[in-house]
């Protein structure tokens, strides 16, 4: 008998050989038709392998990321399984379950697919998938998998494994069709009931843009058509809340060919907008003991070389300049952290000045693929939100967990309710992609652990997620539509320090390292921006939006009363504009609803004979009659309540 752990760390003997399906079944008849994959000692498993010895294990449902994973990659499968029957002699690429669907990477030949193909690919997958067919998996020798795909003529397969190592490959085979994957997959493909393709892009094979593009085709499935008709609904209310349509919509900033791929321009609204994030998170700061510092946009290469972010990032960099000094290099600056080593370094440091905070709003640069940049999201100039901390290591936990309460006070103020930590750790097998030693690292891992134990945080631990100076605290949040994205993080350095030679002289009068925590709450600005323009659909807070108030003169002849009461309540910090134009009252309302400001204020004779407006708030219409100074005090207490929570 084997001895299986349950994740309530209560215990079950079994024969050997014995499936997750069979422990499901064991345990309860509704789980055995909700399980789709179990995790066995840590890695993700078919739930129809069999466990032949002593092992801990944990169910996935749908409900589970794990579960969604085995869907999807079993989609895939039969993706590809549906297009080679369509489109004979295609070959394949690499087919990945992905955050939402999958994809797979496909040469075509000559062939080229477009919209009006989808149907047609959605209702073989369809057919397929109702014939009950199982995925069969199948360990083989190299030998043996090099001449399958060989006599196939499939190149790519053939490349992947001759990367691979004899001993670690495995085939799946359903229906007429077999594919090089190491899973795990669904037992069949009978759950598959709901099927979508959701666009085709071009992808060159393994990311190189010198090697042949193929086409990668996304799709989605699910196990009832009303999650597919619910996944369809909030695609299209993402639409609505691109950011880049509603940046542009509301005027707050823009690209240029001439400028650049990738270099944002924030617009007057915009970069108003952006200036009271920043004054925001100043102003926490400022209460948490940081101070703020500014540093050039460029360094000298030995700088980024000393970091090792020369090393790291040099392949993702602007190219060196030369000045016309010989063999003198700089480099837009990738980072801010190697500038703040240099100043933390500017003079002697005593125990007793510990901790140090140096904020700044740096902006740094990346060179990425043109192909990979998105409005906001994925730029090529961007400006952090940075600060390091340089601490004692008694001071590490206590810091970190305060950095927590302004990441976690960000996001109440500006309601990002669900939200997951993620403790992003480096690759257990392979070091070689890090700088520092295993001690230090093991050091840094453990004081984040403890910090977000401490905090009683609930929290993810992910592998291979790590910085390559340090492991780091993720903050993945969740959207008003329910999409998931990376905000805020924390990050502990032992590594920086060291290189950069950095030392305090402790209470024994002997010199120390200091520890580095590296933070940036927002992320950067640009992506923050990005993300919550489509969790509020422009919609933001009256604190933060651009434009509180529009007032709306009946015609002409009151826009001189509206000008007087824009200055009164531009006197008392509201942000008010008025419209001017010749239109009937009907359509400005319209227009300015569309804007997303939040109060419409409307005046015309009776308001101007008693020195009053009449206000309208956005998506709930007239409020009634107000004096000029009590809806300047109504918007001063909203913003207080607003940015007091």
Known sequence: MIEIKLPDNSTKKYEPGVTGLEIAKDISPRL????????????????????????????????????KHAFWHSSAHLLAEAVEQLYPGVKFGIGPAIEQGFYYDIDLGDRQLTDADFKKIEDKMLELARQKEEYHR??????????????????????????????????????????????????????IKAIKITSV?????????????????????????????EYLEMLEEAKKRDHRKLGKELELFTFSQRVGQGLPMWLPKGAE????????????????????????????????????????????????????????????????????????????????DLPIRLAEFGTVYRYEQSGELHGLTRVRGFTQDDAHIFCRPDQLKEEFIKVIDIILYIFKTLDFKDYVAQVSLRDQNDHSKYIGSDDNWEKAEKAIIEAADEKGMNYEVEYNEAAFYGPKLDFMVRDAIGRKWQLGTIQVDYNLPERFELEYIGSDDNRHRPIMIHRAPFGSMERFVAVLLEHTGGKFPLWLTPEQAVILPISEKFNDYAKDVKAKLAARDVRVSVDERNEKIGRKIRDNELKRI?????????????GKIALRKQGEGDQGQMSIDEFATFIEQEVANETSK
């Open 201 to 229: 892009a071009g992808a060159y094979w393994r990311g190189d843009e010198n090697r042949k593009q193929l086409t990668r085709l996304y799709g989605i499935t699910f196990p009832k058509k009303k999650m597919l008709d």
């Open 598 to 610: 939040p109060y419409l204020l409307i005046v015309g004779e009776k308001e101007m004979t008693e």
């Open 273 to 352: 907008l952006r200036e009271r994030l920043e004054n925001f998170l100043k102003k926490v700061q400022r209460d948490y003991g940081y101070e703020q510092v500014i540093s050039p946009h460029i360094g000298q290469k030995d700088l980024y070389v000393t970091s090792g972010h020369y090393a790291k990032y040099g392949q993702d960099s602007f190219q060196p300049i030369h000045t016309p000094e010989e063999g003198e290099e700089y480099l837009l600056k990738p980072m801010n952290c190697p500038h703040h080593c240099e100043m933390y370094k500017a003079t002697p440091k005593s125990y007793k």
């Open 138 to 191: 199948t360990e083989v020798p190299k030998k043996e998998a090099l001449e399958y795909y060989q006599k196939k003529g499939d190149e790519y397969k053939v490349e992947l494994i001759n990367d691979l190592e004899d001993g670690t490959i495995t085939f799946y085979k359903q229906g007429n069709f077999t594919d090089l994957c190491r899973g795990p997959h669904l037992p069949d493909t009978s759950p």
């Open 32 to 67: 055995t038709k909700e399980v789709l994959s179990v995790t066995v000692n840590d890695e993700l498993w078919d739930i129809h392998r069999p466990i032949k010895d002593d092992a801990s294990i944990k169910l996935h449902k749908w409900e589970d990321e794990e579960g």
